[in-house]
């Protein structure tokens, strides 16, 4: 079923995830970190720490329910001789060059980028400059929460929390938690602005790099499995000796192709390659203004 947005059933198990997590971190704010600190230092973390928590949540879900899907009207393709149109053969409607059909969304996105599970929505032109911020606003929110989760776990290392001690230790059991669940996304975030910064600077999204590396690990292990033959070189006195050197088949045959289309060897060349040949002058050229793509 075609989605429209994120917020559209099913639901993927990574933004659930997502929704526990943005929950847990607004309640361990009030719940336990507005207990162990000081007036002025709760007025701070609430004035900061809130604030950018409600901007990360509105940017989620505005990402969550935008809408990066292309159809191209037909009255607005090119409809001159030499225009090239673009033809989704799934949707079976006009888009970009740097489209591309999900098969989550089961919708062709412009200038795909990635379908992010978090979200549970594609990330393509509309909303891509969104994302980024998105994910810059959460990192900035995370070192935010961290750094006063560290202030209360010095003070109580040097027993400076004046509460009672039950619900002391329950609180610092939820904030060390807390504390290692921080660690971690913060590293993941991390990693996701400064990958997306590479692939800013390698002018590529997200799916072109995953094209590319499968493409270059196809090509290794073809190249890794191709048969190898070993030539011999006659030499003056009619030994044969072993060549040095390994080639494969198919680069000697694409040595071998202009030696027998040289004027040397043009009265030697087989019949059934001047055939091969003139059937290939004569073929005709086949052009088409409409080319179909399925980049799934």
Same mark, same amino acid.
């Given at each position: 079923?075609?989605? =429209?947005?994120?917020?559209? %059933?099913?639901?993927?198990?990574?933004?659930?995830?997502?929704?526990?997590?943005?929950?847990?971190?607004?309640?361990?704010? /009030?719940?336990?970190?507005?207990?162990?600190?000081?007036?002025?230092?709760?007025? $701070?973390?609430?004035? /900061?720490?809130?604030?950018?928590?409600?901007?990360?949540?509105?940017?989620? /879900?505005?990402?969550?329910?935008?809408?990066?899907? !292309?159809? !191209?009207?037909?009255?607005?393709?090119?409809?001159?001789?030499?225009?090239?149109?673009?033809?989704?053969?799934?949707?079976?409607?006009?888009? %970009?060059?740097?489209?591309?059909?999900?098969?989550?969304?089961?919708?062709?996105?412009?200038?795909?980028?990635?379908?992010?599970?978090?979200?549970?929505?594609?990330?393509?032109?509309?909303?891509? =400059?969104?994302?980024?911020?998105? $994910?810059?606003?959460?990192?900035?929110?995370?070192?935010?929460?961290?750094?006063?989760? !560290?202030?209360?776990?010095?003070?109580?290392?040097?027993?400076?929390?004046?509460?009672?001690?039950?619900?002391?230790?329950?609180?610092?059991?939820?904030?060390?938690?807390?504390?290692?669940?921080?660690?971690?996304?913060?590293?993941?975030?991390?990693?996701?602005?400064?990958?997306?910064?590479?692939?800013?600077?390698?002018?590529?999204? %997200?799916?072109?790099?995953?094209?590319?590396?499968? =493409?270059?690990?196809?090509?290794?292990?073809?190249?890794?499995?191709?048969?190898?033959?070993?030539?011999?070189?006659?030499?003056?006195?009619? @030994?044969?000796?072993?060549?040095? %050197?390994?080639?494969?088949?198919?680069? @000697?045959?694409?040595?071998?192709?202009?030696?027998?289309?040289?004027?040397?060897?043009?009265?030697?060349?087989?019949?059934?390659?001047?055939?091969?040949?003139?059937?290939?002058?004569?073929?005709?050229? !086949?052009?088409?203004?409409?080319?179909?793509?399925?980049?799934?």
């Amino acid at each position: 079923m075609k989605k =429209k947005n994120g917020f559209r %059933t099913p639901f993927h198990a990574l933004q659930v995830a997502s929704w526990v997590i943005m929950i847990f971190h607004a309640l361990i704010g /009030i719940l336990c970190i507005s207990f162990l600190l000081s007036t002025y230092e709760l007025v $701070i973390f609430l004035i /900061i720490y809130y604030t950018s928590f409600i901007i990360v949540i509105a940017q989620g /879900i505005f990402l969550t329910k935008s809408d990066p899907s !292309i159809n !191209i009207p037909f009255q607005n393709v090119d409809k001159s001789p030499t225009a090239v149109n673009f033809m989704c053969t799934i949707c079976k409607c006009y888009v %970009t060059e740097t489209s591309k059909h999900c098969g989550s969304c089961d919708r062709c996105v412009d200038n795909f980028d990635h379908h992010c599970k978090w979200l549970n929505n594609c990330i393509g032109k509309s909303n891509y =400059k969104q994302f980024i911020r998105l $994910i810059l606003l959460l990192e900035a929110n995370l070192v935010i929460l961290l750094i006063f989760e !560290i202030l209360i776990i010095d003070k109580w290392k040097n027993k400076g929390l004046d509460i009672d001690e039950d619900i002391e230790n329950a609180d610092i059991f939820f904030i060390i938690l807390d504390i290692i669940l921080n660690s971690i996304f913060l590293l993941l975030v991390g990693y996701l602005i400064i990958f997306h910064i590479f692939l800013k600077f390698k002018k590529l999204t %997200t799916y072109d790099w995953i094209r590319q590396r499968k =493409k270059a690990k196809k090509n290794a292990k073809k190249k890794a499995i191709q048969p190898q033959i070993i030539f011999y070189e006659e030499e003056e006195n009619g @030994t044969c000796n072993k060549n040095s %050197t390994f080639k494969n088949p198919q680069n @000697t045959h694409d040595e071998l192709i202009p030696m027998m289309n040289s004027s040397d060897t043009k009265n030697s060349t087989p019949k059934n390659l001047q055939i091969s040949q003139s059937l290939h002058k004569s073929a005709p050229t !086949i052009d088409s203004d409409i080319i179909m793509t399925d980049r799934t």
